[in-house]
């Protein structure tokens, strides 16, 4: 059976859409983004070294441009596709689909890896309950080195079971989301605040910079792999989707989120190499569990409670990845990008019961690569191959923002990016974003980065992308459309129906006017 899923209709059904205070926004998607954190120290400190507080301030000021982008584009465009649908919107179909792909790639990764992640936290207790069985959980396989047999059925049983989760259409809880995300916010603060008070000296954070440095491919490596902390970005096209007035509500909270995220993204670090050396992180598992247990070594309560709440606010980012990935393949159904089977919902739940079984398959191939890479630690293989997409998607996200501002200036943008350059070009006034291009010199460094560095992601990456581009043109071929070029489409339209289901009347009324004959701009 076909027809219109709850994705669907929550971009364009004002009964579908509820009220969001800036408080539940806020700490829904702290929910979603959180997770980042309790995934990418460890994994960084171990490649960066001492110099891995830099890392991530470098990656860390590019995810605040790039983020900016999206708080924009995410207010005035308050529809579920997220990324595709700001990349299709400002730089066509085809530009609009590899976004997709890529951000298909980074979902589908991010789902294995926080999945992985939440195990490993999880895992932290075994050896209490198993004791000298715990050796029995993993083996060895010729030619291919150590297989984790017990982590990866773990781990495939975690993103099943969410997979399953929403297949049967179990809608969000959102007060569990906010609550989770509200106990994210209290531990991490916590794990800061008495690391720095008991734990942290800045004689050793001295020593490590001066002493620990990396090799520069090393460093390198370390920052494109701390680009894992800002993931999630498409968590804010989610809120503005379901939230009543999205333009006033998100702003506000999106902003507050990024700049706390990059806060902890920069103090974890530093309170980390202050307190341990990297190796003591070994291969990157459950970093903030090994944080607290040298924050407070002679209380086992704190490091499991903090490993707890790693995994259970990884299992809800993870989540939170599942339900993007289902909106965002929906929306690509929507707009010619995939097949009528990404838009195909079960009967009774109006899920898209085939297009998340079959990403789900991709899932758990991902995951037994990663497990049965030879001689590699599987964090460390999904981590090579995560970053790729989100390089790949932002680039062409900011990219897009930038252009929008010249193709459609009278766009009602409740949130405009800082630091403009009013100019004109084709006898209409436009605000040139010069943050926005830092952050795509930004954005497009930390994808060479990955090229450089990553040598499964550079391989994957682009190889999944060639894949999808092969589909595509069969696909548009098939349907007799435009191969390189777009589906015309009425944008202006379909943007006032958008606002006024999300309850913004005077945004649709002012853009109304501003493209009338008689008004300051023309019609696009």
């Known amino acids: 059976m076909t027809g219109t899923s709850p994705d669907a209709r929550a971009s364009s059904v004002p009964g579908d859409r509820r009220p969001i205070t800036a408080w539940g926004a806020f700490l829904g998607s702290q929910a979603a983004i959180g997770g980042n954190l309790f995934v990418a120290l460890g ?61 298909i790639l980074d979902l589908t990764i991010g789902i294995a890896l926080f999945s992985a992640m939440g195990a490993s936290y999880a895992n932290t207790f075994a050896p209490a309950l198993l004791g000298a069985e715990a050796s029995l959980l993993s083996g060895d396989i010729p030619t291919l080195g150590r297989f984790e047999w017990f982590w990866f059925a773990e781990s495939l049983a975690l993103a099943t079971l969410l997979i399953v989760i929403n297949v049967r259409g179990m809608r969000e809880r959102t007060g569990l989301t906010t609550a989770v995300g509200a106990v994210a916010l209290v531990g991490l603060t916590a794990v800061v605040a008495a ?20 090799t520069g491919r090393s460093f390198v490596y370390g920052v494109s792999l701390s680009i894992i902390s800002f993931v999630g970005l498409q968590a804010f096209a989610l809120t503005a989707a ?23 993204a920069v103090s974890l670090p530093c309170l980390a190499l202050g307190a341990l050396a990297p190796s003591a992180f070994g291969d990157g598992q459950s970093p903030l569990a090994v944080l607290a247990e040298r924050i407070a070594p002679s209380n086992g309560v704190f490091p499991g409670v903090i490993a707890a709440l790693g995994c259970a606010v990884l299992l809800v980012s ?33 899920t898209p019961l085939v297009g998340l079984a079959a990403f789900g398959l991709l899932i758990a191939i991902e995951l037994a690569v990663a497990f049965l890479w030879p001689d590699a630690m599987p964090l460390d293989v999904l ?3 995560y970053a790729f997409g989100a390089a790949l998607a932002y680039s062409l996200v900011v990219l897009s923002m930038i252009r929008l501002r010249f193709s459609d200036p009278h766009l009602p943008r409740p949130y405009r990016m800082p630091l403009n350059l009013p100019i004109s070009a084709g006898g209409r006034r436009v605000h040139f974003p010069l943050l926005a291009v830092i952050g795509l010199l930004g954005a497009v460094a930390l994808l060479v980065m990955v090229l450089a560095t990553h040598e499964i992601g550079r391989i994957a990456g682009p190889g999944w992308i060639i ?32 606002l006024a289901s999300a309850g913004e009347k005077d945004l649709a009324d002012s853009y109304s006017r501003a493209i009338s004959p008689g008004g300051s701009g023309v019609r696009t």
């Open 43 to 103: 994994l960084v400190l171990v490649s960066a070294q001492g110099a891995g507080a830099l890392a991530f301030a470098l990656s860390g000021l590019v995810f605040l441009l790039v983020g900016l982008s999206y708080v924009e584009l995410a207010s005035t465009f308050p529809v579920a596709g997220g990324g595709y649908y700001f990349v299709m919107r400002g730089l066509g179909d085809l530009a609009g689909f590899v976004a997709g792909a890529a951000l």
């Open 195 to 214: 690391g720095f008070l008991r734990s942290w000296d800045p004689a050793a954070l001295l020593a490590a910079l001066e002493q620990q440095r990396p």
């Open 242 to 264: 379901e939230c009543l007035r999205p333009g006033r509500v998100l702003p506000r909270p999106a902003i507050a989120l990024i700049l706390t995220t990059l806060l902890f």
């Open 318 to 350: 993870a989540n939170s990845f599942v339900a993007s990935l289902s909106r965002l393949f929906f929306s690509m159904g929507q707009y010619d990008g995939l097949g009528e089977w990404s838009r195909r919902v079960h009967a009774k739940t109006l």
């Open 383 to 385: 981590a090579n191959m």
């Open 467 to 498: 894949i999808c581009l092969c589909y595509y043109f069969v696909h548009r071929r098939r349907r007799r459309l435009s191969v390189l070029g777009s589906v015309p489409r009425d944008w202006v339209g379909e943007q006032m129906r958008v």
